[in-house]
């Protein structure tokens, strides 16, 4: 049964999110489902199938990929109302969703061992090589330049100004991404971080001496 149920989510996530073009993609979940199963086996902490379960889901709601947050939750409710599923694990699958994300640093303090292990997947996709590429698809699809050297790193932010002031998608790498390696909750994720972490600083060191015409 729940192997049915794993399949009948691989499938609506694929159809909802097989074509995104900022990172979100099918792809993009896969990983941090794979991310998230290999962290739980090395932890030996979680229940793997709601891990799983929100690991698959965790992008539907997101206000990025959705009119307004209302839209993404009821999409969310929407399909798990499809699943023969006991309440309390639906709703530890959305409780995981809604407490993972970034948003502009915000500090939540995680309640499940679970929570923490996808939050670290999530994260973990966000850094390194694949990081570096979802960086600027994202930033080029919401209109942001590759680089700007008169816009300033935006320290402190609220949700608002992390979703639209003005950046650029070197800047990010300053707003979230250098951020998230000391951000993993897992000793397991956190040794998975570091080789990422120091492709993105080496890439950086690269373009600012690509950028000044230091390097031709």
């Known amino acids: 049964m729940l192997n049915r149920i794993i399949e009948q989510t691989e499938i609506y996530v694929r159809n909802e999110l097989g074509e995104d073009a900022t990172g979100h993609d099918w792809y993009h979940v896969d990983r941090v489902r794979q991310n998230a199963l290999h962290i739980c086996r090395k932890e030996g902490a979680g229940d793997p199938f709601i891990i799983e379960m929100a690991a698959l889901l965790h992008d539907i709601p997101d206000e990025k990929l959705n009119d307004n947050i209302e839209t993404g939750k009821a999409k969310l409710d929407s399909f798990l109302q499809t699943i023969a599923m006991p309440e309390e694990i639906q709703s530890s699958i959305v409780q995981i969703i809604e407490s993972i994300s970034f948003k502009g640093g915000r500090k939540i303090e995680l309640q499940t061992i679970e929570s923490k292990i ?3 997947a999530d ?3 966000a850094i390194g090589a694949i990081g570096i590429a979802r960086a600027f698809a994202y930033g080029g699809k919401k209109g942001q330049p590759i680089y700007d ?4 790193v935006r320290d402190e932010m609220s949700l608002e100004e992390y979703r639209k002031g ?3 998608s070197v800047h990010h790498f300053y707003e979230k991404l250098l951020k998230l390696k000391d951000l993993l909750n897992t000793k397991s994720a956190k040794e998975m971080a570091e080789s ?3 492709m993105m600083v080496l890439f950086l060191e690269q373009f ?3 950028w000044d015409g230091h390097n031709r």
């Open 208 to 210: 600012y001496q690509e």
């Open 123 to 125: 994260r973990l996709d």
């Open 196 to 198: 990422r972490h120091q």
């Open 149 to 152: 050297p008169n816009l300033k």
């Open 118 to 120: 996808v939050q670290d």
């Open 166 to 168: 003005k950046s650029s």
